[in-house]
């Protein structure tokens, strides 16, 4: 049994404590918004916080988030009210499958919390998610709206 802090509400969940935060999330938690992608973390479509961190969770164990705050994407609106990351999102029309989305939301919201106002070469070096789909323009434009917001 392991106690987790997910988007402000504690859970005290029947896991293996080496088991991957992602699929602790996922199946204990009932938290489907973050998604498995590679495995290997190096796609991001797994992004959530750890103490407002961006942390790839298919390769974070979940005991190492035990007395932290865990932040999916499910806990970044406030309550009807999205995120400005996103409202962006909506607003340009990034997703076109939307597998991706979540993680790379995640991804954009720490680097906006760290660099307000990031540059082109920000983002490149931040937000490393991959998205298949080939987003990348849109997901750059609605970046710089959501840091206009």
């Known amino acids: 049994m392991i106690r987790l802090s997910i988007n402000g509400k504690s859970h005290d969940l029947d896991a293996d404590p080496n088991t991957p935060l992602l699929w602790v999330?996922?199946?204990?938690?009932?938290?489907?918004?973050?998604?498995y992608g590679c495995g290997v973390a190096q796609c991001g479509a797994?992004?959530?916080?750890i103490d407002g961190a961006p942390v790839r969770a298919c390769s974070?164990?979940?005991?190492?988030?035990?007395?932290k705050q865990i932040t999916t994407i499910e806990g970044i609106a406030?309550?009807?009210v999205l995120h400005k990351?996103?409202?962006?999102?909506i607003d340009h029309e990034v997703p076109q499958c939307g597998y991706c989305q979540?993680?790379?939301?995640?991804?954009?919201?720490?680097?906006?919390?760290?660099?307000p106002r990031p540059t082109d070469a920000d983002i490149d070096a931040n937000i490393t998610n991959i998205c298949r789909c080939g987003t990348f323009q849109q997901v750059r434009e609605a970046i710089h709206a959501a840091a206009k917001a």
């Open 85 to 89: 990351v996103q409202k962006a999102w």
């Open 78 to 80: 406030q309550g009807a």
């Open 60 to 67: 974070f164990p979940a005991s190492a988030a035990v007395g």
């Open 46 to 49: 797994c992004t959530v916080h």
């Open 102 to 115: 979540a993680g790379m939301i995640m991804a954009v919201v720490a680097l906006l919390k760290e660099k």
């Open 25 to 35: 999330i996922r199946e204990q938690a009932g938290l489907t918004g973050t998604k």
